[in-house]
């Protein structure tokens, strides 16, 4: 069984910093590439960062500049560094990644989502 784990989110103020962490486990073999998702209320579900190994990263317009993706392979762990935030940012957050099992599947998953406030 593999699974996502998220951690990091909170309340924060205006121009806040705030760091997400999604931890991969189970019986993974490789991660083709893991990004995170947001659903603001009454809002469909968009891609905000993306990154596959080997280091390309991509974002959407709205958060460049002030968010930073990174993946680190030998913990199976990705992380969001978000900076500079602002109340449009607030969301739940879900992470996604797609990867291969030691059963050679390839399969794609999901966090359980965690809240960002953005708020004085």
């Known amino acids: 069984q593999v699974q996502l784990v998220e951690s990091g989110g909170g309340l924060v103020q205006p121009g806040g910093s705030l760091r997400l962490s999604c931890a991969a486990s189970?019986?993974?073999?490789?991660?083709?590439?893991m990004g995170w998702y947001r659903q603001a209320p009454g809002k469909q579900r968009e891609l905000v960062a993306r990154?596959?190994?080997?280091?390309?990263?991509d974002y959407t317009n709205s958060v460049k500049g002030r968010f930073t993706i990174s993946l680190d392979n030998a913990k199976n762990t990705a992380y969001l560094q978000m900076s500079s935030l602002k109340p449009e940012d607030t969301a739940i957050y879900y992470c996604?990644?797609?990867?291969?099992?030691?059963?050679?599947?390839?399969?794609?998953?999901w966090g359980q989502g965690t809240q960002v406030t953005v708020s004085s």
């Open positions: 996604n990644a797609r990867v291969v099992t030691t059963l050679s599947s390839r399969t794609e998953l």
């Open positions: 189970g019986s993974i073999f490789s991660i083709n590439d």
């Open positions: 990154v596959i190994t080997g280091g390309y990263t």
